[in-house]
């Protein structure tokens, strides 16, 4: 049975600009406009923009939301300052990543918290459940733009008039811009400098129109997922998900015990710091010619009648590097960086080596 | 979108052409190659490889997915684009000529005649084909 796909506010936009389309977490999605690799490299050496309305959006009110919402956080979201955001995990009771989201904290009483979009409901949910009529879901009636890459700052600041420099990494701040208000978080997807808006629908098409007279590159989600594969950043239903934990996922460093608070998962998180980890998201490049793709072996090749000793969770060709690129848990024996492996591709065995993360760092 | 008339189709998008010395050049097709996106991987068949019509032959890859090659008619390969391996967005720049893939002796010329001709290949394709 198929659900009716949802559409972005700036569909028509997304049509002028050539974008082709294809279903995602239930919306119908710009996949690509110019072209894949030309979208890639336009954010890695000058700055495209991506509607990222899909994401779910909730907001926030009350003077105690920092203390409730730290009952479903990983990290302690409570300490946050206002203008300032934070990464954090909702974990399941057993410690699985229920989702990797950002908290934001526009003012002492006011927060936005984002969701991805696959989650947007049952996330929605999980916050209700804490902090009641303190939220409001705003994910359908605002859009979200993600302006990103080394000309972002000079973007931003022909569009928006905003100083990209007055915003501390991970900060945010609001702005009134053409009769409307825009929402503006230094934070991102692609290991590039910019950051995210959101606004009113009406107020996202003049951004939007703005950014690409300005030079902007339309980017749509095939370049998202290579440039946020480059850069290591996990996608939540594939690199982690209910069944991976934060330590093998590397992302131990946002989980807070230290303040104590209890939050949803505390428990197992706790057990689960305390003892080795069996495997360890890692990162791995192909030696070889080939393209690896999410759910294809990793074998050994010392020991290759053992069988898969992993599966890809992502993975893909890299227009930076022009290889093949990877991640998987492997198992923490075979984790170190240099290691020497193999992904079979159709049979064939590629030879492939562990290399540290993240694949490509910008040049600051 | 660019389809040669003097080239036969097969309704998987490849595209053949009779050469002088009775060989056959194999390929995919603009509207194919338009669909893949940017190709960055090409596995090519192996010279003197036998192949039935209709069997894949090799597989090409884009950003986002991967399709086999289906050889139009049965025979030997008997050439493959090498150049394909360093510099596989031939495929998309010049899917007709520089970005042929493999050439074939065909065992039996009747299937060349059997395959679509170019007005016949446009016909099939949807209706908002670009």
């Known amino acids: ?364 | 979108m660019e389809i040669p008339a003097d080239l036969r189709y097969t309704p998987e998008d490849e595209w053949l052409r009779l050469e002088a010395d009775g060989t056959a050049t194999v390929g995919i097709t603009d509207y194919a190659q338009g669909q893949l996106g940017d190709i960055v991987f090409v596995e090519l068949p192996d010279l003197g490889r036998t192949i039935e019509a209709g069997q894949p032959f090799g597989v090409v890859e884009s950003v986002k997915a991967v399709s086999d090659l289906f050889m139009p008619v049965s025979g030997e390969i008997v050439a493959r684009n090498d150049a394909l391996e360093q510099s596989s967005e031939l495929v998309n720049q010049s899917p007709y000529a520089d970005g042929w893939i493999a050439r074939i002796r065909p065992s039996d010329p009747a299937q060349v005649e059997a395959l679509m001709t170019a007005d016949a290949y446009r016909a099939q394709l949807p209706a908002d084909a670009e």
């Open chain 1, 1 to 364: 049975m198929a659900e009716r796909l949802r559409i972005l506010p700036l569909r028509e936009a997304h049509r002028a600009a050539g974008a082709r389309f294809a279903p995602f977490a239930g919306w119908d999605m710009p996949l690509q406009y110019a072209g894949i690799i030309e979208e890639h490299r336009a954010v890695r050496e000058r700055a495209g923009v991506f509607d990222v309305s899909h994401m779910g959006r909730v907001e926030l009110r009350g003077a105690d939301v920092g203390a409730r919402l730290r009952s479903i956080t990983t990290a302690n979201v409570a300490s946050l300052e206002p203008g300032k955001s934070r990464y954090s995990l909702y974990c399941t009771e057993q410690g699985g990543i229920a989702d990797d989201i950002i908290a934001y904290r526009l003012e002492a009483d006011r927060w936005l918290i984002v969701h991805n979009a696959d989650n947007a409901a049952a996330d929605a949910e999980r916050v209700r459940t804490v902090l009641g009529d303190a939220m409001t879901d705003i994910g359908l009636e605002t859009v979200m733009l993600a302006v990103q890459g080394p000309e972002a700052a000079e973007a931003l600041r022909a569009t928006l008039g905003l100083d990209l420099e007055s915003v501390p990494r991970h900060g945010c701040v609001e702005l009134d811009w053409r009769g409307g208000r825009v929402f503006f978080g230094r934070t991102g997807y692609t290991g590039e400098d910019g950051g995210e808006c959101v606004t009113d629908p009406a107020t996202g098409r003049l951004l939007w129109d703005a950014l690409l007279e300005a030079g902007v590159a339309p980017i749509g989600l095939g370049a998202r997922d290579t440039l946020r594969l480059e850069a290591a950043l996990p996608l939540h239903g594939h690199d982690i998900s209910p069944a991976t934990n934060p330590y093998e996922a590397g992302l131990g460093w946002a989980v807070g015990l230290k303040d104590g608070a209890d939050f949803t998962g505390r428990e197992a998180l706790v057990a689960l710091s305390e003892r080795p980890q069996r495997r360890r998201l890692s990162c791995l490049r192909l030696l070889d010619r080939g393209v690896p793709r999410a759910d294809y072996p990793v074998v050994d090749p010392s020991h290759s009648e053992a069988g898969a000793i992993a599966v890809l969770t992502s993975g893909a060709f890299s227009p930076s590097l022009e290889v093949g690129i990877s991640m998987a848990y492997l198992p923490a024996l075979l984790s170190d960086v240099g290691t020497h492996l193999a992904v079979d591709i159709r049979g064939r065995a590629i030879p492939a080596q562990v290399v540290a993360r993240p694949f490509y760092q910008r040049r600051s």
